[in-house]
């Protein structure tokens, strides 16, 4: 079985109890979308908000993230937690 990290925090587990986020085909992030190189976040507010600190997403997926992208992903996050 695979085990992914938490962008945030480190946690080890298996990804199907992370959040994942990924390049889509536009070259953008998207949530669940896309193949190849992917984050993981714990379903946590903490992670999210950590993981989505400027640098700390753009290196996990190798390229820079525009602010704007940032953002609409943050709010997509958040709602995966209600
Ligand atoms: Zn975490």
Known sequence: M???TCIACKH??????????SRGISGGVALFAGHGRS?????AETCIQEGLKKGRLDRA??????????????????????
């Open 12 to 21: 080890k587990a298996d990804p199907s109890s992370f959040l994942r986020v």
């Open 61 to 82: 997926l190798k390229g820079a993230i525009t602010d704007f992208e940032r953002l609409a992903l943050k709010n997509q996050l958040l709602c995966q937690l209600r």
């Open 39 to 43: 984050a993981y976040l714990c379903r």
């Open 2 to 4: 695979p085990i992914r």
